[in-house]
Structures are given as structure tokens and as C-alpha cells.
């Protein structure tokens, strides 16, 4: 390969580069966030029935962030990259359960383990 031809390959990356920026802006390429599906596993044992149709106050990292829906899932957006630790506190008693998970970018899912009540 000569040198003219080398040098327009360099400066045609250079170019393809630039343009990349200009357009694309100089905001990370990389989330810096995910989404967390939660699921609480519990309930109540009466006898050999299992019944789990209570809600649950969700805490991360100690700061409440939304309370489940009646089977136990609760979703939280943009949740920051990193280790979070997640709590579960029934709302019906004195149930909790909690739970420390590595968030990455994307769909992350954390099941928090609440001992059943019993009957």
C-alpha cells in the first residue's frame, strides 16, 4: 500500500469519527441504569394452604421506592449500575425479607424471600 492511500484511509477514519461525535452528541454510548423486576415470595400457611395476596412496602438501599402489587412484583426504572440492597416489608404484619443484588444495565430480577406467616 503507498502512503497516499494510507493517508486517506487515516483521514477518512478521522472524518467518520468526527461526524460520529457531531451527530451522535458526546453522551455516554453505555446505560448507566437498569430496571428491576422485584418479586416477593411468601405468605400465609393455614394448614397445607399457602395464601399470598398481600402487598409489600420495597425499599433500596434504605429510601422506600413503591409497594408490590397483590402478587408480589413491583418494577423500579432507572435504577443506578451497582450493588443495591433491597428490602420487603409486608404490609399486613411483621413480615420482611431482604435481598443484595448487583444491577447491571437492562432487565435485572430480584426475588426477596419473605418467611410465611402462619396460622
Known amino acids: 500500500m503507498n502512503k497516499s492511500i494510507m493517508k486517506k484511509a487515516i483521514l477518512m477514519v478521522v ?3 468526527l461526524l460520529f461525535i457531531v451527530f451522535v452528541g458526546c453522551t455516554s454510548i453505555f446505560s448507566t441504569t437498569g ?3 422485584i418479586s416477593v415470595v411468601s ?7 399457602m395464601i399470598d395476596s398481600f402487598t409489600y412496602d ?3 438501599d434504605g429510601i422506600y421506592v413503591g409497594t408490590t402489587d397483590t402478587s408480589g412484583n413491583l418494577t423500579i426504572l432507572d435504577v443506578p449500575v451497582g450493588w443495591h440492597n433491597f ?3 409486608s404490609t399486613f404484619g411483621s413480615g420482611y425479607g431482604s435481598k443484595g ?5 437492562g432487565i435485572n430480577n430480584v426475588t426477596i424471600t419473605v418467611p410465611p406467616f402462619i396460622i
Not at 101 to 105: D, E, P, Y
Open 15 to 17: 472524518l467518520i469519527t
Open 35 to 37: 430496571t428491576v423486576n
Open 43 to 49: 405468605g400465609i400457611v393455614m394448614g397445607k394452604l
Open 58 to 60: 420495597i425499599n433500596m
Open 87 to 89: 428490602e420487603a416489608f
Open 101 to 105: 443484588q448487583n444491577i447491571n444495565s
